[in-house]
T-cell receptor, first 111, second 113 residues
Framework: GQQVMQIPQYQHVQEGEDFTTYCNSSTTLSNIQWYKQRPGGHPVFLIQLVKSGEVKKQKRLTFQFGEAKKNSSLHITATQTTDVGTYFC???????????FGGGTRLMVKP | GAGVSQSPSNKVTEKGKDVELRCDPISGHTALYWYRQSLGQGLEFLIYFQGNSAPDKSGLPSDRFSAERTGESVSTLTIQRTQQEDSAVYLCASSFTRRTEAFFGQGTRLTVV
């Protein structure tokens, strides 16, 4: 079945440093979504990428979808303590009937 | 409703008892998902409902787990003869279609003692 792997599992950064999490799927995806889960909270949708090679930005966050639509990345520039949480990617298969989450990357930011 | 609602928010049960968890999706959302999240872990897919189609039950870990959804309304996840390893947060999510963003409920924290 479809598998979505995410690395790293954990990342500690100093406030102001950059952060990147990578997502790889075992199969070609239709779409990829990114979610953020704050400690003690539930996942909240950030963005969806649909097109091959697509790049989208939200303030300090840059999301990229690979050319082969099998990988994606989330890059945060100049992290802040408010960025703390776990970032999940979630891939939708081509049949559109499965939303598979990666294992998440837990980001910790030292002030 | 304004968002996905789950109840109860917390449930403590004795090993061997049955539990029923409820999810009220956002009105009009055809897709509904159940996930399980153990402490500090990722989201484990359990089951997926899409409209009136047969649900995708491929993630249910054992035959003690079952779920129902009538049309595009409320869903219930039932765990029979609970075990300690069932302790986790059970998250429900709904989306307008299969390819749009999923909205999560606050989850039900299940503790089996």
């Amino acid at each position: 079945g479809q598998q979505v792997m995410q690395i790293p599992q954990y990342q500690h950064v100093q406030e102001g440093e950059d952060f990147t999490t990578y997502c790889n799927s075992s199969t070609t995806l239709s779409n990829i979504q990114w979610y953020k889960q704050r400690p003690g909270g539930h996942p909240v949708f950030l963005i969806q990428l649909v097109k091959s090679g697509e790049v989208k930005k939200q303030k300090r966050l840059t999301f990229q979808f690979g050319e082969a639509k099998k990988n994606s990345s989330l890059h945060i520039t100049a992290t802040q303590t408010t960025d703390v949480g776990t970032y999940f990617c979630a891939g939708i298969n081509n049949a559109g009937n499965m939303l598979t989450f990666g294992g998440g990357t837990r980001l910790m930011v030292k002030p | 409703g304004a968002g996905v609602s789950q109840s109860p928010s917390n449930k403590v049960t004795e090993k061997g008892k049955d539990v029923e968890l409820r999810c009220d999706p956002i009105s009009g959302h055809t897709a509904l998902y159940w996930y399980r999240q153990s402490l500090g872990q990722g989201l484990e897919f359990l089951i997926y409902f899409q409209g009136n189609s047969a649900p995708d039950k491929s993630g249910l870990p054992s035959d003690r787990f079952s779920a129902e959804r009538t049309g595009e309304s409320v869903s219930t996840l039932t765990i029979q003869r609970t075990q300690q390893e069932d302790s986790a947060v059970y998250l429900c999510a709904s989306s307008f279609t299969r390819r749009t963003e999923a909205f999560f409920g606050q989850g039900t924290r299940l503790t089996v003692v």
